[in-house]
């Protein structure tokens, strides 16, 4: 039934929708326009705290540099863990039956009768096999060319392509080939891929662990700088303090000037991930006719962060400015605390 | 007003520096706080300001026991009473009327409301054309004098003033001193801590809180 049914409609939960809407509406609207007044502060009067001063400029400088590298740890996790993802798909869709010579039979003709029987299985998409010359073809990167092969019992190799998205039944496969040709096996790279997959596994497992490092990394470095920046501006906080200020009034300014710097950092060193990371699909795809580069490729991909990429650098830089925030609420929490 | 009974304060486990400080400020009334260089009168200001906690007796601000005062209810207590702090604690990237609107603004009230009032007060107090000067520019009787506005500005019902005087010449003390005389007789009680007897003589009539070996002896 869908909801959108005028027939099935009903009147209670359309009522509920829309008030459920119309109140997230509301709170988006509210919190949005906190966030605004935080920044933007009481209108026509000086900030209280000072917008520019030496121990402020570095504190964007060290926010700037830590949220550069926190997006770049968590942009190249992201792009290793995709990578690894394609590395496994593009394995999975090949499966190889491999049949070696045996004396007294027509090598070729088993060859045309398995690729006949593997086309007739559902999902396969194409059936390759290899010709002999082909075959003695790829073993010359190891013996050299030049030679003669026809002493040498060198196996033949069919290729099946797999369709995308489809299951073929290779335990079937298997043994329809084997129960009429012994000397011949099916290889669907089980083993090659779960492999794989704990090789990807372990490389996503790193990355994460150290995008989880650098932040952790980033955090106590914005909140010494922050405490640091802090420490400058006592005496404004005892100002206010004596001539009758709330704790909450004197955090809420702290909270603003603080968010404020923590969005400049955030956004230069957000900005300066995004500048690397253009530069570096701008360079990989320059370097894409050389063997370095296609190698490159198949091992990271294009460079090309796509939306997710920009989506986790732009939360990083958020959570460095409102970590900033909240380490400046916190020491103006504790300092007020001294004061009383 | 402000009533200590058998007040004692000691910092950590170290001797106590204030013993047994027993007395009362009245509304309206005037006082000098004296006694030598570290008699402890910053201190027992510190102690009216809400700013330490004694380590004995009793301390009952505006009717109120201070050690049951709720936590978010001190800010208002702390509105009643202006500070003038011997290194002024200006605010020094706030222009004069800034700093001395101060009080008014973290109340939440509006520049509108206030401008007139401040500026007022600024040339009552002889820094009519320093209304857009900022604190770094001006002298130090200046800043004392925008230090003594910025108590003023919210009209409290007790004013302390820890050695206003002491950073400015003889004539710019005896000026200051006609100044919170003034506001006295406009209501507003008036605790000024100071050793400069000189300042002192000026107004005999005023009483007396000596500090010495921690005891505090009152002369009416």
């Given at each position: 039934?869908?909801?959108?049914?005028?027939?099935?409609?009903?009147?209670?939960?359309?009522?509920?929708?829309?008030?459920?809407?119309?109140?997230?509406?509301?709170?988006?609207?509210?919190?949005?326009?906190?966030?605004?007044?935080?920044?933007?502060?009481?209108?026509?009067?000086?900030?209280?705290?000072?917008?520019?001063?030496?121990?402020?400029?570095?504190l964007v400088t060290v926010i700037a540099i830590m949220t550069f590298l926190a997006a770049l740890t968590a942009v190249s996790a992201q792009m290793i863990a995709s990578a690894a993802t394609d590395w496994q798909t593009s394995v999975a869709t090949?499966?190889?039956?491999?049949?070696?010579?045996?004396?007294?039979?027509?090598?070729?003709?088993?060859?045309?009768?398995?690729?006949?029987?593997?086309?007739?299985?559902?999902?396969?998409?194409?059936?390759?096999?290899?010709?002999?010359?082909?075959?003695?073809?790829?073993?010359?990167?190891?013996?050299?060319?030049?030679?003669?092969?026809?002493?040498?019992?060198?196996?033949?190799?069919?290729?099946?392509?797999?369709?995308d998205?489809?299951?073929?039944?290779?335990?079937?496969?298997?043994?329809?080939?084997?129960?009429?040709?012994?000397?011949?096996?099916?290889?669907?790279h089980?083993v090659w891929i779960a492999r794989l997959a704990a090789m990807a596994r372990s490389v996503v497992a790193v990355a994460v662990a150290l995008v989880g490092l650098v932040m952790v990394a980033t955090a106590l470095a914005v909140a010494f700088a922050t405490?640091?920046?802090?420490?400058?501006?006592?005496?404004?906080?005892?100002?206010?303090?004596?001539?009758?200020?709330?704790?909450?009034?004197?955090?809420?300014?702290?909270?603003?000037?603080?968010?404020?710097?923590g969005l400049k950092g955030g956004a230069l060193g957000g900005c300066l991930a995004l500048v690397f990371f253009g530069a570096a699909h701008l360079f990989a795809s320059t370097w894409l006719?050389s063997p370095g580069g296609e190698q490159m490729e198949t091992l990271f991909g294009s460079f090309a962060i796509g939306y997710s990429g920009y989506l986790a650098v732009v939360m990083v830089a958020i959570v460095v400015a409102f970590l900033t925030a909240l380490v400046?609420?916190?020491?103006?929490?504790?300092?007020?605390?001294?004061?009383? | 007003?402000?009533?200590?009974?058998?007040?004692?304060?000691?910092?950590?486990?170290?001797?106590?520096?204030?013993?047994?400080?027993?007395?009362?400020?009245?509304?309206?009334?005037?006082?000098?706080?004296?006694?030598?260089?570290?008699?402890?009168?910053?201190?027992?200001?510190?102690?009216?300001?809400?700013?330490?906690?004694?380590?004995?007796?009793?301390?009952?601000?505006?009717?109120?026991?201070?050690?049951?005062?709720?936590?978010?209810?001190?800010?208002?207590?702390?509105?009643?009473?202006?500070?003038?702090?011997?290194?002024?604690?200006?605010?020094?990237?706030?222009?004069?009327?800034?700093?001395?609107?101060?009080?008014?603004?973290?109340?939440?009230?509006?520049?509108?409301?206030?401008?007139?009032?401040?500026?007022?007060?600024?040339?009552?107090?002889?820094?009519?054309?320093?209304?857009?000067?900022?604190?770094?520019?001006?002298?130090?009787?200046?800043?004392?004098?925008?230090?003594?506005?910025?108590?003023?500005?919210?009209?409290?019902?007790?004013?302390?003033?820890?050695?206003?005087?002491?950073?400015?010449?003889?004539?710019?003390?005896?000026?200051?001193?006609?100044?919170?005389?003034?506001?006295?007789?406009?209501?507003?009680?008036?605790?000024?801590?100071?050793?400069?007897?000189?300042?002192?003589?000026?107004?005999?009539?005023?009483?007396?809180?000596?500090?010495?070996?921690?005891?505090?002896?009152?002369?009416?």
């Open positions: 039934m869908s909801m959108t049914d005028p027939q099935h409609t009903n009147p209670v939960w359309t009522g509920r929708l829309t008030q459920w809407r119309t109140s997230m509406l509301t709170r988006c609207r509210d919190a949005g326009a906190w966030c605004v007044a935080l920044i933007k502060g009481p209108s026509n009067t000086l900030p209280l705290v000072p917008s520019e001063n030496i121990a402020g400029r570095a090949e499966m190889t039956i491999q049949v070696r010579p045996v004396p007294g039979r027509n090598i070729d003709q088993d060859v045309s009768r398995i690729v006949s029987l593997a086309s007739s299985f559902k999902g396969i998409r194409e059936v390759k096999p290899y010709s002999k010359q082909e075959s003695e073809k790829l073993l010359e990167p190891w013996l050299g060319s030049g030679l003669s092969f026809d002493v040498l019992p060198i196996p033949r190799l069919i290729v099946l392509k797999i369709e998205g489809s299951l073929v039944d290779s335990a079937g496969l298997r043994k329809a080939i084997t129960d009429q040709w012994r000397h011949a096996t099916l290889d669907d089980r405490r640091g920046a802090m420490a400058g501006n006592r005496s404004i906080m005892e100002a206010l303090h004596f001539v009758g200020a709330t704790d909450a009034f004197i955090a809420r300014e702290f909270e603003r000037h603080f968010l404020i710097l006719g400046s609420r916190i020491t103006v929490t504790r300092t007020l605390g001294t004061l009383t | 007003m402000v009533r200590f009974e058998n007040v004692g304060l000691r910092y950590g486990m170290g001797p106590e520096i204030l013993k047994d400080l027993s007395f009362t400020i009245a509304p309206q009334s005037f006082q000098f706080l004296t006694g030598p260089s570290g008699a402890g009168k910053t201190t027992l200001l510190r102690l009216i300001l809400l700013s330490l906690k004694p380590t004995r007796g009793l301390i009952s601000l505006f009717g109120s026991d201070v050690s049951q005062i709720a936590p978010d209810a001190l800010t208002a207590v702390r509105r009643r009473m202006g500070v003038v702090f011997q290194d002024f604690r200006l605010l020094d990237h706030l222009t004069t009327f800034e700093n001395v609107a101060l009080p008014l603004r973290v109340q939440g009230q509006e520049e509108a409301r206030y401008r007139s009032e401040v500026i007022e007060l600024l040339r009552w107090v002889g820094l009519g054309d320093k209304i857009d000067a900022i604190p770094p520019v001006l002298s130090g009787g200046e800043k004392q004098r925008a230090a003594i506005a910025r108590a003023l500005i919210a009209k409290p019902d007790l004013l302390l003033a820890d050695e206003p005087t002491g950073n400015v010449d003889p004539s710019m003390a005896q000026r200051l001193l006609r100044l919170f005389v003034e506001m006295n007789r406009m209501g507003t009680a008036v605790v000024i801590a100071t050793h400069d007897i000189a300042l002192m003589n000026q107004f005999d009539d005023a009483r007396r809180l000596v500090l010495g070996d921690g005891r505090l002896h009152v002369y009416d």
